[in-house]
C-alpha cells in the first residue's frame, strides 16, 4: 500500500510538472490617456522561454520590469520575463497598450511558447468576455456600445404586418403577374429558350401547372433564372402559383471579395459562398488570394512562392517561411490553422469551373506594387536558396524608410527594376494557363494598385534616378507608370485591368485618356471620410465599382458591441447599412458619366476570420443588403419589409442550407417598475437574467412585461431563434 500511494503521488507529480502552459487574457480597462490595461496571466510557466503571439500592431509598455515585450514582425510579439522558467506558480503581466480597446478583435490570438532549446511548447488559451464592466469599452470620452433601450427604438421600428407573398425573396423581383388560380409543383417539365432582349441578363419564368417556360437573353440569364427558381421552390415547399416573373438586374457587376490571404479558406469553404452568390444574384467573385500575408495560390513557375508564402509560424528571420499573422500555433506546416494553406493548380481549375457553372465569373488579383510582401519575400528565399536574382521585387540597396496601411515597412515592389515587371508578366501567363485549362475565359485581371505609402521608393537609387530621367512626378509618377505598363501588358492579352480607386484618381488627363479604356472595374472603398472619390474616378473616364466601407465591407462588425467579431476601423456594417447603399446617393453622376457607375461589391477582408464558418457569420445576412442594392438600383422593399423576409424565409432557408449566420439583438426598455422586451423577428425568443450573468438557452423565457423592483442595469437578455444566439442586449451601465 505504501508503494503505491508513493507511485500515485509521483505520477501526480510528474503531472503537474509537465502540464501545459495555461495563459489567460483580460482587458482590465480603457483609461483617458488613449491607452488600456491588458492582463495576461500565465499558469505553469516552467517549461517558457519565450510567451509569443499575435495582436494587431499597437506599442505595449509591460507595468512590472521584469517583463520585456519584442516584435518580430509588426503583429507578431513575444514576452520575455525573468519569471519564467523558475516554478510553475501563477505569473501575471499586466501591459499598458496604446490605443482605445472596443472590440474583441484587439485581443491577442495566435498562442504559443517557445522553451529553452527553441522548441515549440503548446498553448492552451482562455480570453476572457470584453462586456462585463463598463471600462472594458468605454471611458469619459467614448462609448460606441449599443444600448438595449436603443435596439427596442430599432426594432420596434421594424414591425411590418403586411403579409408575405410566395414570391417575396431577396433580391426583389422586378415584375411578378399572378393567375387568377392554379398552382405548378417543382417536378414540372421545364423548357428553356435563349430570347432576344436588350438587357442580356433579363429573363421570364412561366410558371403554368404542368409547365415551365424558362426564357432568357443569354446562358447566363438562363442560369440566373434556374436559381431564382430553385430558390422559389425551396421557399414554398415545392409549389408555387401560376405566375409570369420578368426580372432583370440594374447593375451588370455585382460582385462579392473574398480574401485568403490574410486567413486561409478550403475549396469547398469557397464553393458554399460561390452557391451563395448564386442563390442571391451576385455574379463576380473577386478572388483576394494574396496580399503582405501570404500568397495562396500555386504557381508552377515559381513554386516558392506557397512554398514560402502559404506558411507563417515562428520565426525570428523568415529565413523559410513567413512570421505568423493574425493567429496559429508557430507550426508553418499545420493544416488546421487558418494560418496555412493554399490552392493547388487543380484546386483553382476546380473552382472555376464550378463559378463558371453558376454564372459567376472569377476575377484573380494580384496586390502591386504594395500589399506586396509575401511576394517580396518568397523572392528574396529563391535568391538565398538558389542564388537567382530574376524575379527580385526590390532593390537590395534600397534605404527607403516608410509604413504601410499595416505597419510593414518592406512590403512595396520597385517598378524601377526589371524584376517586378518580370514576375507579374509570369504570372499572369501561369494564371491565364489555369483559365484556359479549366476552359473558362479570363476577361479581368485586378492588379491592386493602392495603399502604396508615402517614401517607399525615395532610398531607392534605381526608383529615384528613374524618377529624374523620364520626368516623373515624383512617387505619384513612378507609380502611374507602374499601372501604365500592366494595363498594356493584359490588354495585349485580351484582358482587362481592375484596381482599387488610386488607379484612378489624381493623375494626369494624359494618363486617365490613355489607361481608362483598358480598365475593366475600379473599386471606389473610401467615401466615409473622402467624399466625392467615384465621381471623380467617373469624371476621369473609368468604370466606377462602388465598393463603400460603411456599406459595403462585410468584414465591419455588425454593430459595436465589444463581443461582435470583426474590424471596426470603418464603422459597423449590418444588413441594413448594405441595403441602405443606394447608388445614386453614395455616386451621384450627370448624365454624361451615369453609364460608368458600372456596379456594386461587397468585400470580406480575413484579419479576423478563423474558420469558414465565420466567413459565413460575417456574410450572413449582410450581404442580403448587398444583393438588394446590386440587383435592384432604387427603393424597392421598405427597411421593415426587408427585415420581416430576412426573419420569416431567408434566416429559415439559410438554417435548412447549412450555413451559419448573425442575429439582432433582443431591446429593453425598463421604467416605473415594469421590463418590457421585444425581438427583430417573430417567432424568436428571448432569454434573460436579472442578477447581471449571461443568460443561456435555459434562462428565464420572456413571455410579455413583467414588474421587476430591482436594479434594471442587471437585466440582460439573449435572442435564440433557429439554434443561433445573439449577443447580450443591457441598458446603460
Known amino acids: 500500500m505504501k508503494l503505491s500511494r508513493t507511485i500515485w503521488l509521483l505520477a501526480i507529480a510528474l503531472t503537474a510538472c509537465s502540464a501545459k502552459p495555461h495563459v489567460t487574457w483580460e482587458q482590465l480597462g480603457n483609461r483617458d490617456d488613449n491607452s488600456y490595461v491588458q492582463r495576461i496571466t500565465v499558469k505553469n510557466s516552467k517549461d517558457i522561454d519565450r510567451l509569443c503571439f499575435n495582436q494587431f ?56 511558447a517557445i522553451n529553452r532549446k527553441g522548441k515549440l511548447v503548446e498553448v492552451d488559451y482562455t480570453r476572457m468576455p470584453v462586456d462585463q464592466f463598463p471600462a472594458q469599452w468605454s471611458n469619459a470620452n467614448f462609448d460606441l456600445m449599443p444600448y438595449a433601450d436603443s435596439i427596442f427604438i430599432i426594432n420596434q421600428s421594424l414591425v411590418c404586418n403586411r403579409k408575405l407573398s410566395a414570391f417575396d425573396i431577396i433580391p426583389r423581383l422586378k415584375s411578378v403577374e399572378v393567375a387568377a388560380s392554379g398552382k405548378t409543383k417543382s417536378s414540372a417539365k421545364i423548357d428553356e429558350k435563349i430570347i432576344a432582349n436588350e438587357n442580356e441578363e433579363f429573363y421570364r419564368i412561366i410558371l403554368k401547372g404542368n409547365a415551365i417556360s424558362v426564357e432568357g437573353a443569354s446562358r447566363e440569364a438562363l442560369k440566373t433564372a434556374r436559381h431564382t427558381l430553385n430558390r422559389l421552390f425551396d421557399l414554398n415547399n415545392s409549389e408555387l402559383p401560376n405566375a409570369v416573373i420578368e426580372d432583370y438586374p440594374d447593375f451588370h457587376y455585382r460582385g462579392l471579395m473574398i480574401d485568403i490571404a490574410r486567413n486561409f479558406q478550403p475549396l469547398e469553404a469557397m464553393k458554399r459562398i460561390a452557391d451563395l452568390m448564386a442563390d442571391y444574384r451576385l455574379n463576380k467573385l473577386h478572388f483576394h488570394f494574396c496580399d503582405d500575408e501570404a500568397w495562396r495560390l500555386e504557381i508552377p513557375c515559381m513554386p516558392e512562392l506557397t512554398e514560402y508564402g502559404s506558411r507563417r509560424g515562428y520565426t525570428t528571420d523568415e529565413s523559410d ?25 487543380d484546386d483553382f481549375v476546380s473552382l472555376l469551373q464550378y463559378c463558371d457553372t453558376l454564372g459567376i465569373e472569377v476575377i484573380p488579383e494580384v496586390e502591386s506594387p504594395g500589399h506586396a510582401r509575401a511576394a517580396i519575400k518568397a523572392m528574396q528565399y529563391v535568391y538565398n536558396k538558389r542564388n537567382q536574382v530574376r524575379h527580385f521585387l526590390s532593390e537590395d540597396c534600397d534605404t527607403s524608410s516608410y509604413t504601410s496601411a499595416q505597419a510593414f515597412h518592406d512590403n512595396v515592389m520597385n517598378p524601377a527594376i526589371d524584376g517586378p515587371h518580370d514576375f507579374m508578366s509570369r504570372i499572369v501567363t501561369e494564371i491565364h494557363r489555369m483559365y484556359d485549362k479549366a476552359g473558362v475565359p479570363l476577361k479581368q485581371f485586378h492588379i491592386g494598385g493602392d495603399e502604396v505609402p508615402k517614401g517607399a521608393w525615395l532610398g531607392s ?3 529615384t534616378g528613374y524618377i529624374e530621367l523620364r520626368g516623373f512626378d515624383g512617387e505619384r509618377g513612378l507609380h502611374a507608370y507602374w499601372v501604365s505598363e500592366l494595363s498594356k501588358m493584359l490588354s495585349s492579352r485580351g484582358i482587362k485591368m481592375n484596381g482599387w480607386q488610386e488607379i484612378a484618381i489624381g493623375h494626369s488627363k494624359a494618363y486617365n485618356d490613355s489607361i481608362s479604356p483598358l480598365v475593366g472595374a475600379v473599386n471606389c472603398w473610401s467615401t466615409l471620410r473622402t467624399k466625392g472619390v467615384p465621381e471623380e474616378a467617373a469624371r476621369n473616364g473609368f468604370p466606377v465599382v462602388l465598393s463603400n466601407v460603411n456599406h459595403f465591407y462585410m468584414d465591419q462588425v455588425y454593430n459595436n458591441h465589444p463581443e461582435e467579431p ?6 459597423s456594417v449590418d444588413e ?17 458619366t451615369a453609364d460608368r457607375l458600372i456596379g456594386i461589391s461587397g468585400h470580406l477582408f480575413a484579419e479576423t476570420l478563423r474558420s469558414p464558418e465565420m466567413m459565413q457569420l460575417y456574410l450572413l445576412p449582410k450581404m442580403l443588403g448587398l444583393a438588394e442594392r446590386a440587383w435592384n438600383r432604387h427603393e424597392s422593399w421598405t427597411l421593415p419589409e426587408f427585415n420581416k423576409i430576412i426573419g420569416e424565409r431567408e434566416l429559415p432557408w439559410l438554417d435548412r442550407s447549412g450555413f451559419n449566420f448573425h442575429l439582432r439583438q433582443p431591446g429593453i426598455v425598463a421604467g416605473d417598475g415594469m421590463v418590457m422586451m421585444n425581438s427583430p423577428y417573430a417567432g424568436a425568443e428571448i432569454r434573460y437574467t436579472t442578477d447581471g450573468t449571461t443568460p443561456t438557452a435555459k434562462s428565464q423565457l420572456y413571455t410579455a412585461p413583467f414588474e421587476f423592483s430591482g436594479d434594471p442595469k442587471l437585466i440582460r437578455a439573449r435572442l435564440y431563434y433557429l439554434g443561433k444566439e445573439s449577443l447580450s442586449s443591457f441598458l446603460k451601465q
Not at 500592431?57 to 510579439?77: C, F, L, Q, W
Not at 470583426?566 to 464603422?571: E, F, H, I, K, P
Open 576 to 592: 441594413f447599412a448594405a441595403f441602405n447603399g443606394y447608388a445614386d446617393a453614395l455616386c451621384p453622376l450627370p448624365d454624361a
Open 321 to 345: 517561411f513567413l512570421a505568423q499573422i493574425f493567429t496559429g500555433n508557430g507550426d508553418p506546416d499545420n493544416k488546421k490553422s487558418s494560418s496555412n494553406g493554399y490552392y493547388s493548380v
Open 57 to 112: 500592431a499597437r506599442k505595449m509598455t509591460p507595468v512590472n520590469p521584469a517583463d520585456s515585450i519584442h516584435e518580430i514582425v509588426p503583429g507578431y510579439y513575444y514576452i520575455t520575463s525573468s519569471r519564467f522558467g523558475k516554478t510553475n506558480d501563477t505569473i501575471r503581466i499586466d501591459i499598458v497598450t496604446r490605443g482605445r480597446f472596443n472590440a474583441r478583435c484587439y485581443a491577442i490570438d495566435g498562442l504559443h
Open 566 to 571: 470583426g474590424l471596426n476601423w470603418g464603422g
Open 461 to 463: 537609387p534605381s526608383a
